[in-house]
């Protein structure tokens, strides 16, 4: 009790009777990874334990060398007196929330996750615990994503709208996870390959071999250098845009798929034509339920916007404070 | 409504100006004549009063959702603007709505307008039945509307270039129609796309000409070719003498005649059939006055007889539109002037000629425009001589010249976030300098920093936060910046004793510490207005 099953350490966050760190930022002997995002997966730990269908990624991520041991979902894992589990996020491909127990309590961390449906992923699993350690990244009630279905559809109309007038649809996505979950929603719509930039293609060839059907792909840097891409759909990550990359693609018109273009200033301000709403992070509603479906009595946040989620739990009577990581920082 | 909002939606996302008149074309053409009459009024930035306050709506909105006070002021701070947040915590569209019917003019005319002084549990009602009704793209605009915060990213130009096309009428023709305004109705919206021509009443105006601004490094042409004159810091107004009666109107194409009894009453003396252009002056003695003093006279609907001999007023006419019920507006300048001139040559009462400057060389103009802040003047106008009078910005007819603005180093001290395209970044500043020791608000800014600068600034601003009143951030006095401004006039009520005329950023000082900004006392030495 008064010591508690997982701290908050300089080096992440730490269990100190299992002796693990999960998602470390500074280097540890062992780590447990929820997924292979640059801000969760970093390099230089001793030995990495992640969920079975993230171990390509991480290792691309890492190199192909480093000490990577995949966990079955739900597979029981002994930490000397703690044990620990990884249960599906539904966030990307092998996206795991962590199951820690020891002495009869239960923490989860969620780490990075969605409620909606996604066909490149297995989906969200509820987990009961006592104490829930919860991304908030859209932690404001102003946060509820459209059907990721309806997105998927404004997409393709907006490619066909594009080629219509002869022009490139240039679509800047972040390259792991989401890219790949539009690739897989457009599968139903097209048999056009979509060109890739060169970040994404080692990604979505790993998705592919995981068996996750998309629609077809080729690489920009297969194209003649002078052909200009009308009538295409290109997926870049935004580092691209304005790049010198980008501007052989003249007259091409740029979107932007990410939560935050849920609201009308930041979409305004980033630039782009176009903004679609679509997210790999739990919305408000998203994020409500599954507090309450935990049944945790103790509830930390982290991710930085957590005022408004702190204020509507303290509300509700639920014990909530947040933890400072620096998770977050890469990703649009 | 629903058609409205999808416009002002797209209307936000598109740049082209191709495509913002695609857009407005099609809205126009396809809009029932009273739905598209009220487009037009809200488009060309006329809002209707709010029905709604902000602090109202955040109330309505947590009873409507059950969200405790705290989440709302919290998103609320995370958006930047009340309006959105709201039409996007209400919920998406998946809660299904009934179909909603009304168009924008019934919307208007018939739920928000009976809604003005309605008690606050009819109003609560009303728009609370209004928000489930509609998606949340429909709320967004809606809310705006209740509010009155609605601003459109398309000026009164594009606008009616767009309704000039979609009818396909000649621009000219719908701006002067145009320039006499009517309330919002399917009558006045078919008449004044009519094909065939509307008759206009015996007080419309002419569009205005207007100036470009002149940089100094690309002078348009031989001195001797332009015609000099003081550009006054007042009110452009035209005034309108037909069938025995008077109408003074600004370039917002408002009636002040009411406001100026003193110019109505000179007017009489004119022929019908005249019309003048000019500029509308509190005058001194033998000097213009302040433009503040002036917008205590434009506050005011009826003068009374203690402000009209306190603050007199002056028209300086610069132009000759009609005389004797004749268009002149074809003819060049310098045959306009010389009517004008005939007209005027003696005042007629409040009625004055602005006079025609002399120089013969730049080097000379450029000496007389040094001299315009002695003659209570911002700098020179240039006319083209042999130029007709234009209609709009388009023409090299006329350019301003303005006097370099003046600057002032300032601490920036409170920030709000702006609006539209700028919500949720913190672009609205207050800045200060010292008096002493201490730090006096001198001027609100909100222009001049581009949008790398403006977003680091935003992060500066959330980390160095001091305090918080509503969407307002107190911050760390540690910045400066430079300001510019036209000009600076004594305000006795404000705190530091001055006003500054269109203050804007010039520059952040990131060489200057708090220390270096501007005392108090050492700027109105340097810009209050001797004497």
């Known amino acids: 009790m008064e010591t508690p099953l997982l701290t908050l350490t300089d080096r992440g966050l730490y269990c100190p009777p299992g002796d693990f760190y999960i998602d470390p930022w500074r280097r540890v002997e062992r780590a447990v990874i929820t997924h292979g995002h640059g801000d969760h997966a970093r390099s230089g730990m001793g030995h990495y334990w992640t969920a079975t269908p993230g171990v390509p990624l991480l290792r691309k991520r890492l190199g192909g060398y480093s000490p990577v041991e995949g966990l079955a979902y739900g597979e029981p894992r002994a930490f000397g007196p703690v044990t620990v589990s990884l249960h599906p996020a539904g966030h990307i491909l092998g996206s795991a929330q962590v199951r820690v127990a020891y002495g009869g309590e239960v923490w989860v961390v969620t780490g990075d996750f969605k409620r909606e449906a996604d066909p490149t992923c297995a989906p969200f699993e509820s987990v009961p615990c006592d104490v829930l350690i919860t991304e908030a990244t859209f932690a404001y009630p102003v946060y509820q994503w459209p059907d990721p279905s309806q997105v998927i559809r404004e997409i393709y109309d907006w490619w066909q709208a594009c080629a219509a007038e002869g022009r490139a649809a240039l679509l800047y996505t972040y390259a792991l996870g989401k890219a790949q979950r539009i690739l897989a929603g457009l599968a139903d719509y097209s048999t056009t390959p979509v060109w890739l930039h060169g970040a994404m293609e080692g990604l979505t060839q790993i998705y592919r071999d995981a068996g996750v059907c998309m629609i077809p792909t080729t690489p920009v840097s297969a194209q003649a250098r002078s052909d200009a891409g009308a009538g295409r759909l290109i997926l870049a990550p935004p580092s691209a845009a304005g790049s010198k990359w980008a501007k052989r693609f003249r007259g091409a018109e740029t979107g932007f798929a990410s939560g935050w273009m849920q609201i009308r200033g930041t979409r305004r301000r980033k630039g782009y034509d176009v903004g679609f709403v679509l997210s790999d992070h739990a919305d408000w509603p998203g994020l409500i339920r599954t507090i309450e479906d935990s049944g945790a009595r103790r509830v930390l946040a982290t991710h930085g916007y957590t005022d408004a989620l702190l204020a509507y739990l303290k509300d509700r009577g639920i014990d909530a404070a947040a933890l400072a990581t620096p998770y977050g920082e890469e990703e649009a | ?531």
């Open chain 2, 1 to 531: 409504m629903n058609a409205f909002a999808a416009l002002l939606s797209k209307l936000e996302q598109v740049r082209s100006t191709r495509r913002k008149l695609a857009l407005l074309r099609a809205y126009f053409t396809a809009a029932p004549s009273g739905d598209a009459a009220w487009a037009l009024h809200l488009l060309t930035g006329r809002r209707p009063r709010r029905v709604v306050s902000g602090p109202e709506l955040r109330r309505w909105l947590g009873e409507a959702t059950g969200l405790p006070a705290e989440v709302i002021e919290a998103t609320y701070a995370h958006v930047g603007d009340l309006a959105e947040t709201v039409a996007l915590v209400l919920g998406s569209e998946k809660t299904a709505h009934a179909p909603a019917q009304e168009g924008l003019q019934s919307l208007l005319e018939d739920l928000i307008e009976p809604l003005r002084g309605a008690p606050a549990p009819v109003r609560q009602a009303t728009i609370s039945a209004l928000w489930a009704r509609y998606p949340r793209q429909t709320r967004l605009w809606l809310n705006k509307l209740l509010t009155g915060g609605l601003r459109v990213g398309v000026g009164e130009g594009l606008t009616l270039r767009a309704l000039g096309e979609a009818f396909g009428l000649d621009p000219d023709v719908l701006q002067h129609r145009w320039m006499t305004p009517s309330p919002p109705s399917a009558a006045a919206f078919r008449a004044l796309v009519d094909p065939q021509g509307a008759t206009l009443s015996w007080a419309a105006p002419y569009p205005f000409c207007l100036a470009q601004g002149l940089k100094s490094e690309a002078l348009p042409e031989d001195p001797e070719a332009l015609l000099a004159e003081w550009k006054w810091d007042g009110v452009r107004c035209q005034l309108v003498r037909r069938e025995g009666q008077t109408a003074l109107w600004s370039r917002g194409r408002e009636r002040l005649e009411d406001r100026f009894p003193e110019l109505l009453e000179s007017a009489q003396a004119l022929d019908d059939g005249t019309v003048l252009d000019g500029e509308l002056l509190v005058w001194e003695g033998d000097h213009p006055g302040s433009f503040a003093d002036l917008a205590r006279r434009l506050q005011r609907k009826r003068a009374t007889p203690a402000l009209l001999r306190s603050l007199p007023c002056r028209f300086l006419a610069y132009d000759l539109l009609e005389l004797d019920g004749i268009d002149l507006r074809a003819r060049p300048l310098s045959t306009r002037r010389a009517r004008l001139e005939a007209l005027l040559a003696n005042a007629v009462g409040t009625l004055h000629l602005s006079p025609a400057l002399h120089a013969t060389s730049w080097p000379a103009l450029r000496t007389l425009r040094q001299g315009a802040r002695a003659q209570g003047a911002e700098g020179l106008m240039l006319k083209r001589r042999s130029a007709p009078y234009a209609q709009g910005r388009k023409s090299d007819c006329w350019w301003k010249w303005k006097l370099d603005p003046e600057t002032v180093d300032a601490i920036l001290l409170y920030a709000q976030p702006g609006h539209g395209r700028r919500a949720n970044l913190y672009t609205d500043f207050t800045f200060a300098v010292w008096d002493g020791a201490n730090l006096v608000p001198l001027a609100k800014a909100y222009s001049g920093l581009d949008e790398p600068t403006l977003e680091r600034l935003d992060r500066w601003i959330r980390k160095n936060t001091t305090e918080r009143f509503g969407p307002v951030r107190a911050v760390t006095p540690t910045l400066v910046f430079e300001l510019a401004f036209d000009s600076a006039h004594a305000a006795p009520r404000r705190k530091a004793g001055l006003a500054l005329r269109f203050p804007r950023i010039h520059r952040w000082r990131e060489d200057l510490a708090a220390e270096d900004a501007d005392q108090l006392a050492l700027v109105k030495a340097r810009v209050l207005p001797h004497g």
